[in-house]
Each structure stands twice: as structure tokens, then as C-alpha cells.
């Protein structure tokens, strides 16, 4: 006895291939279907559709077979549909508007979630990197491993500046254990150096030179003395050479210049909880050193963007309870450089508000171009402010204000008790 063939074994043969194939495309498309093109047919492909379909004559190469037809003619001699042939011929069908329509939305909540994160809000600078990241179609294909490739970048550009880590022991910190993840010419490695652009309102990197400067300036560096910071005016307790060079300094009247490596020194290092001022241009802590001399206030200067030795400087502080209060120039660069240090530290704003940029203009000449100007989180209205009267106003422009301020702090500069009383505020 011969098993007899199951209907599906009739259609599945190689001269209806092309049939359902077409049927499989054009039902997976997820608009509506009324007609089918297969082809070009061959004499044998075609002679097997007329079969199928009961026609007298040969269809041509490219015919036009109504969807309604055959259904019609597979239900009466096999009772099934084209839907059903083709999934089980060709395999399951799809509906490849609604996958747009998904992958769409889901991109579309990748970016959202991106424009939106922490550390974007913190730093308005990313907006740019954003913008260029979603242009260059980062996420083509999967806006699942988009995310998951934006969510290592974030946690690398959270974790900076790094203090003083080589790059691959950074990588293994930060990425499951992956030295090799921040290595030249991965995707990761490209999109954070592009971000770290971004924060310093350069080029991206096009050499190997440009990119190890733009890590050193995130503190990512196997250098632990290059990496210094400014300070006046820090007296903490303890017996360790951080603490011995800080307070030694200050009683002399000068500024110490204290490296990454003297940081990470051991010993103890506890400053009093007294507020510390900080700024960005030396000329402001020079000028505070030779208005105060031994009985300057405690004053920690970034010299531009700030380092490893002075975000751990600054962490150091701030884990001993003392307030931290930041000033800066009120141009493009300055207002990023806030942004960064409000964002990676408790510090606060120190005379940056647009009060103060609209009350500094009008008793300072005018000044030099702000630059490309990047939004402030900390005060919504002084970037908008920057840019409409299009004037820089530079720390050294507004001194005397800071100097006065200084007076005001100097009863909390930390001298310990029973100590000299400093000489009278020099002229």
C-alpha cells in the first residue's frame, strides 16, 4: 500500500517555489494584499500555476494572479490558504510594517532616554555628541545593543576625570573586567573620545597623539606627577606628607602644588569642614595670596579644566564635610568647565548666575567673544544670557568682588586654635 501524498507535499515542489516565495514577501509586508507578480516564471513554473489554478492557457513569464483566486483554488482542492502554504513552505510569516514601527519607537525611546540621562542633563556640552551619535546612525539594526554600547560609555564618562589610572586598568574597573574595552579603534573607545571632545569644544581626535591628549586630560594617564593641582590656605590635620606639605604652605603664605601621587600618599589628610573656595585661573588665587598672605582662606584653583589631582583634591574635601563653593570665567569654556565640576562634585555656584554675569557687565569694559556656548543646568537663563550680549567676562575682570568675599571667609580659613594670628591683610 502506497501512503498517499499530504497536500503540502503536492505544493511543495520546485516549480511552485517562486509562487510562495512571492506570497511569503508580499503577505509578510503588513499591508494589505489583493494580488501576486512571481516570476519570471519558466515554461514548467508556468505550466504549474495553470495547474493550480485551472487555467486553459499558459500564464505569461510575469503573470498577476489574484490573491482571492488562489485561495479559492487551494481551499477547494486542498483546504488551505495561500497563508498557510506559504508559512509552512517558506516558513512563518512576519509583518514587517509593525517591525518598523517597533524599531522605530524603540530608537526613538533610545534617544529620549540618552537626551535625558544624568550625566547628559549635568553636562549640556553632550548635547552635540547626542546629536552626532543619533545622525551617524549609531544603532542600526539593534537599539538594544545601542543601549548597551551607550550605557558603557555613560558609565566611562561618569567615572572622569580618572585619577591617574592607565587606560586598560580604567577598562577593567569599569567594563566587566575588559582591559582591552577602551583599547584604539573600538566603537567605545571612539565614542567616548568623541564625547570627551565634546566637553572641551574640540575636534574630535584624528591621531594617536590627539586621542592620548584628550585621555590625559581626562585623567586617564599612567603619570602620577604631571597630574597637580593649586591650593592656598589648606590646613588639615594629620601626620602624613599630604597634610605636612598643605599646612606648611599656608603658614608661609604660599601655594602648594600638590601631584597626583602626593594625593594618594599615605597618612592621614583631614581638613577642618570650612568652606573652600574654588577657582579657575591661578591669577585669582595669586591675587588672594599676596591680599592675604598666611591668613589667605582655604582656596583650591583648577588652572583650567580640572584633573585628576584636582577632582581628588576636591573629593578629599568634600568627604571631610567642608563646603565647596566654584567660580569661573563666564564664557562658553567656563561654563562647561562648571558644569563638569557641579556634576562630578557637591560643589556649588560661587558668584556664577546671570545676576552676576549681567552685574559684572555693567561695570567692566566690554570683553573678548564667549565661544561656542553650552547650556548652564545649574542657572537655565545665563547661557542665554552669554549669547545675547555676546560678551566674556573673565575671572580676573571681577576680583575685587571675590577678594571681598575671601575677607568675609577669612574667619573660617581652619588655622587651629591657639595659633599665631596671621599679619594684617597686605595692601
Not at 552626532?132 to 545593543?145: I, Y
Not at 594617536?208 to 590625559?216: D, I, P, Q, S, V
Request: glycine letters at 8%; aromatic letters at 4%.
Amino acid at each position: 500500500m502506497t501512503d498517499r501524498p499530504t497536500p503540502l507535499t503536492a505544493l511543495d515542489r520546485p516549480e511552485l517555489r517562486k509562487l510562495w516565495q512571492t506570497a511569503h514577501h508580499r503577505l509578510s509586508s503588513g499591508h494589505p494584499v489583493t494580488r501576486l507578480r512571481p516570476g519570471p516564471l519558466d515554461d514548467e513554473e508556468r505550466s504549474a500555476l495553470a495547474d493550480l489554478l485551472g487555467l486553459a492557457r499558459l500564464p505569461g513569464p510575469r503573470p498577476t494572479v489574484p490573491l482571492a483566486r488562489l485561495d479559492s483554488a487551494l481551499s477547494e482542492a486542498y483546504g488551505l490558504t495561500t497563508r498557510e502554504v506559504a508559512a509552512a513552505v517558506v516558513g512563518p510569516l512576519t509583518d514587517r510594517a509593525a517591525d518598523r514601527r517597533r524599531a522605530q519607537s524603540e530608537r526613538t525611546a533610545l534617544w529620549s532616554w540618552l537626551e535625558t540621562h544624568p550625566v547628559v542633563t549635568a553636562q549640556p556640552a553632550l548635547l552635540d555628541w547626542v546629536e552626532h551619535t543619533r545622525s551617524t546612525g549609531l544603532t542600526a539594526g539593534s537599539a538594544t545593543a545601542g543601549r548597551a554600547l551607550l550605557t558603557d560609555a555613560l558609565a566611562v564618562l561618569a567615572a572622569l576625570p580618572a585619577q591617574g589610572e592607565p587606560l586598560p586598568v580604567l577598562a577593567t574597573r569599569l567594563l566587566r573586567g575588559d582591559p582591552h574595552a577602551l583599547d584604539d579603534g573600538t566603537r567605545l573607545s571612539t565614542l567616548v573620545l568623541r564625547a570627551l571632545a565634546a566637553l572641551h569644544a574640540t575636534d574630535p581626535p584624528t591621531d594617536a597623539a590627539a586621542r592620548r591628549h584628550l585621555w590625559n586630560l581626562a585623567g586617564v594617564t599612567d603619570d602620577g606627577l604631571s597630574s597637580t593641582v593649586l591650593a592656598a590656605g589648606l590646613r588639615p590635620a594629620g601626620d602624613g606628607l599630604l597634610a605636612s606639605l598643605a599646612r606648611t604652605c599656608a603658614d608661609a603664605g604660599h601655594a602648594v602644588s600638590l601631584t597626583l601621587t602626593q594625593l594618594r600618599s599615605p597618612g592621614a589628610f583631614t581638613p577642618p569642614p570650612v568652606p573652600v573656595h574654588i577657582t579657575e585661573n591661578p591669577s585669582v588665587l595669586a591675587a588672594a595670596l599676596h591680599r592675604f598672605g598666611p591668613g589667605c582662606p582655604p582656596l583650591v584653583c583648577t588652572s583650567g579644566w580640572p584633573g585628576g589631582a584636582v577632582m581628588l583634591l576636591l573629593r578629599l574635601l568634600a568627604e571631610a564635610g567642608s563646603p565647596l563653593r566654584y567660580h569661573g570665567d563666564f564664557d562658553g569654556e567656563g561654563l562647561r568647565i562648571a558644569a563638569h565640576i557641579f556634576a562630578r562634585t557637591p560643589a556649588r555656584p560661587w558668584r556664577m548666575t546671570t545676576a552676576d554675569y549681567l552685574d559684572a557687565l555693567r561695570t567692566t569694559a566690554a570683553g573678548p567673544s564667549p565661544g561656542r556656548i553650552t547650556d548652564a543646568p545649574w542657572d537655565p537663563a545665563l547661557a542665554p544670557a552669554l549669547r545675547h550680549h555676546a560678551t566674556a567676562i573673565p575671572e580676573e575682570a571681577v576680583l575685587p568682588r571675590l577678594l571681598t568675599d575671601l575677607t568675609g571667609s577669612q574667619g573660617s580659613s581652619g588655622r587651629p586654635p591657639g595659633s599665631v594670628s596671621p599679619p594684617p591683610a597686605r595692601p
